[in-house]
């Protein structure tokens, strides 16, 4: 039998035929699942798989319901009765503005529109440049014998390349540092006031609270002072041709200028939503290299039979088809994101279940991508999986690491262009393996990271 084989086919259901989804085993009389989901988010999550295609979970004295089946959760993604919503984006919203990440309808649609041509492959080769600097700079920062957090290294490089690509700030500008710290904070912060809605708890005086503000702050006058500045530049004639000139100049669907505050929440979205899943990948990436010397030696072969040595280059990536797999393979089995909610806009169906508006909705890539019944040996770190002659339409279906439908990720080419180049500089020069203290263990925040990503920097030669 083929994996294929064993996925079940789900069709719509007529109207008169759609079932209430089943409710997920387990669960408190007065708190629900809610206790399942903070002691034990990735196990609980994995655990639902068993309980069918959809089923509905109790969080106190609301609900939600988890969708299992890949083939609906691409349904879910694709289908305009959905919008994004629930508690991750209105967390995220609250406290980064309405940029393309938390909008819905028309002004999402604008949204996107004003951000697409910046992600086109011609600027994507042109960031190609940069990131390779900035990967070049991060391997060249190391020291054979120091121990590194790799967590913290992945994202001052994601973040200083970002701002370097799509607001042109330049390589030695304190801001693209600043940015780091803001937004690590704010990270850290943002995920407790997800699971943990309690208001007034954040109001308090404590020492976290103030760090968390100082950081939102620090981060919203940080956008603003480069917003005031190019908005300067373009008034006294420069013509920087880039992505926040193209945010300062969007229109509405009127034909009117948008107002500077939508700009504003842009480029904190863009930030937010880039710096962070590039970091992680590449952290997962680099501990999964280091559990695994034959593939990180396989790796090393090829970007050394490329490079002959030189700098790797953007140029030089179409011929890096084994690393194109190790990182598909790495987002596969350690996603960064691990859970994407959505909100019923309307009375509707999935799989036969009957979906009332308002609906809250989540799927969990982390537990999809590492089901048995989508992947052979599903466990394994194993990058010739997406090899063609064995790659599977079910795998296909289960990953997709960018999302699907209206909301699948515009910086997609962007992210794996980065991920290789970084990768590529740091192979070619160091190994990393780990040490006592490295912790593997995801740790759950806004993304999955390892609890302790630390790795020792070994010279190539030794
Ligand atoms: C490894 C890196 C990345 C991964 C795995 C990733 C993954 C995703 C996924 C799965 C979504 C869809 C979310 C949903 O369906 O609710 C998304 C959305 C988004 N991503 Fe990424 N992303 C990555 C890097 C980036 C980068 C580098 C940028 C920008 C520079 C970016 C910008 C965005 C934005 C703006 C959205 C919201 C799109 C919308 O709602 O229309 N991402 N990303």
Redesign the pocket.
Known sequence: MTIESTLPNPAPAPQGERREPPPAPGGAPLVGHAWNLLRDPLGFLTSLRDGGAVVRIRLGPGSALAVNDPELVERL?RSPDYL?GGALWDTLGVLLGEG??TSNGPR?RRQ?RT?QPAFRAERIAEYGVLMAQEAQRTADGLHAGHTVDMAAEMFRTATRT?ARS?LCIEALDDRAERLCTALGTVFDGMYRRMILSVGPLYRLPLPANRRFARALADLHRLVDEIIAERREALDSGSNVDDLLTTLLRARDENGELVPEQEAHDQVI??LV??GE??AK?LSWTLQLLAEHPEVERRLYEEVESVTAGRPVAFGDLKQLAYMRNVITES?RIR???WI?TRVAAVDTELGGYRIPAGTDIFYS?YAMQRDPRSFEDALDFDPDRWLPERRTRAAQTAHQ???T????????H??MT??ALTLAALVAKWRFTQVPETDTTPRLGITLSPRKALLRVEARDA
């Open positions: 993604l994004v393309v990440a999402h996107r951000l970002a799509l979205a863009l939503a880039g899943n590039v990948t987002m996603p960064a994101a994407f890539p690491p960018f999302g439908g209206n909301r699948k990720c515009p910086g997609d962007y992210s980065e991920l």
